[in-house]
Each structure stands twice: as structure tokens, then as C-alpha cells.
């Protein structure tokens, strides 16, 4: 089980998730995706997911369960496989760019698909050797 080194549980997670099972809902996230969004992280500087722990108003950017006005069953959010990042330094696009323009760059190597069209930066690992760009 990977644990993040630039993130902590409550910015990956629901308020309700991170009270029910603390530091034991890393178990709950896809390995790729904590690696990347560290990568993320390392890369491009201040990245925010979730941002309810300091009062902000993000808390489905990261893991989707059943209680999420966001949740659909397929999605990758749902199986911990995705993340919707927003940057301090870079738009969601610049960074977006980056990642098609370099797919097999090491700190992408795990990015299989990212949405295009929006302010935030879609990313996730779903199980597939390439990486798919899509609308919402």
C-alpha cells in the first residue's frame, strides 16, 4: 500500500470517509494514482483535490461513494482510480497539455485518461495502455 508523500488522506477523501476510517482509507485509493498525483505535486507545486479540511468547499474531487452529489457507479472516482486537481501555478489546460504532449514521461506513466474541457484537471488510472482524452 502506497501512502502519499505530498498529500494527507483528507484532501483525497470525503469528510464522512476521512471520520469513518482515518489514515485506513488509503486502502481505499488506487496505488497509480497516489504515485501520480505525488509526481503531480513534485512537478507543478501547490495542487489541491479536496480542500474541506481547511474550509474550503471540495470534498468529491478525490474518492466518490454512494453519498456523493457527484457519484456514478462506473466511475473511475468511484473505484479510487481518479483525481480532479487544480494548481496555484498552472491552469488545469497547461498541465493537461503537458500530459498528452509527453504520455510516456515517468511521472505520467501511470495517467491513462484525462477529461478535456475543464477548469480542473482530470486524471485517472484506469486499466488501459494508453492514455484516452474526453469530454465531460
Not at 466518490?64 to 452529489?69: E, Y
Not at 482510480?81 to 488545469?92: N, P
Not at 506513466?109 to 488501459?128: A, K, P
Amino acid at each position: 500500500m502506497y501512502k502519499c508523500i505530498h498529500f494527507e488522506i483528507h484532501e483525497l477523501v470525503s469528510r464522512r470517509i476521512y471520520e469513518d476510517h482515518g489514515e485506513l482509507a488509503w486502502e481505499l485509493l488506487d496505488d497509480r494514482l497516489l504515485i501520480t498525483i505525488d509526481r503531480l505535486r513534485e512537478r507543478y507545486g501547490k495542487t489541491t483535490i479536496n480542500n474541506y479540511h481547511w474550509g474550503g468547499n471540495r470534498q468529491w474531487s478525490g474518492l466518490r461513494t454512494p453519498d456523493s452529489p457527484y457519484y456514478t457507479p462506473h466511475s473511475q472516482h468511484t473505484f479510487g482510480r481518479a483525481a480532479d486537481c487544480l494548481f496555484r501555478d498552472y491552469t488545469a489546460q497547461a498541465v493537461r497539455t503537458h500530459i498528452l504532449n509527453n504520455p510516456g514521461h515517468t511521472d505520467f506513466m501511470y495517467i491513462t485518461s484525462v477529461e478535456r474541457g475543464t477548469s480542473w484537471l482530470h486524471i485517472d488510472t484506469r486499466n488501459c495502455n494508453r492514455i484516452k482524452a474526453f469530454y465531460p
